[in-house]
Every structure is written in C-alpha cells, then in structure tokens.
C-alpha cells in the first residue's frame, strides 16, 4: 500500500508560479515511477508530467513543457512539480500518482490540491 500526500496548491495571480509536493510513504519507491495529474471542473482528469523514481527521467504533456519541472527528492520520498507562468487554463485540482511508466497508467492517487489561477 502507498500513500501519498499533496500540498502546495493556493491562489495565484496569471503569470506568477506555485510548486505542489507530493510526500510519498508505505513502500519502497526505487522502482516506481510517479506523476502529476489535474482535473479542472466539468473536464477529465489529465496527465501533467511524470518522473521516473530511480533514474530522474521525465516527461511532460506539451500545455505544461517548458513552464513545469517534475523532480523528485529521494531521501524525503517526496515528488515536486514547480509550475512557473501560470495560466488562468492551469487552475485544476492536482493529484500525484503513482504510475506505469510505459502508459503512465496511474495506480495509487493522492486526495489532490486545489490550484487557482487569476486572470
């Protein structure tokens, strides 16, 4: 069993940045891969960017690369993802996941922290 846990979210003016933290506990994660996830009202949850654990690889969907940066802190098991030049389409409840790093299906999710973007 994983447990994950987000914090960072908050309200932030168009243009400026937030960094989200994922704090990940239950089992060892050398081996896993982790993601970060949004879900804006009305919409599907999607894929934001991911991280492989043991190696530092990541990966990004295209309406985040260049602004968000997934990194991850191995002694504190925690996933980060620095999200700079926020855009009011940002706003979205995150979560972190842990994923397959071949389809980056996600298995076990974190309770999701809220992002508000003002234009």
């Known amino acids: 069993q994983v447990q994950l846990v987000e914090s960072g979210g908050g309200l932030v003016q168009a243009g400026g940045s937030l960094r989200l933290s994922c704090a990940a506990s239950g089992r060892t994660f050398s081996n896993l891969s982790m993601g970060w996830f949004r879900q804006a009202p009305g919409k599907e949850r999607d894929f934001v960017a991911a991280?492989?654990?043991?190696?530092?690889?990541?990966y990004y969907a295209d309406s985040v690369k260049g602004r968000f940066t997934i990194s991850r802190d191995n002694a504190k098991n925690t996933v980060y993802l620095q999200m700079n030049s926020l855009k009011p389409e940002d706003a979205a409840v995150y979560y972190c996941?842990?994923?397959?790093?071949?389809?980056?299906?996600?298995?076990?999710w974190g309770q999701g922290t809220q992002v508000t973007v003002a234009s």
């Open positions: 991280i492989r654990w043991s190696s530092g690889t990541t």
């Open positions: 996941a842990t994923i397959l790093w071949n389809n980056f299906a996600p298995f076990y």
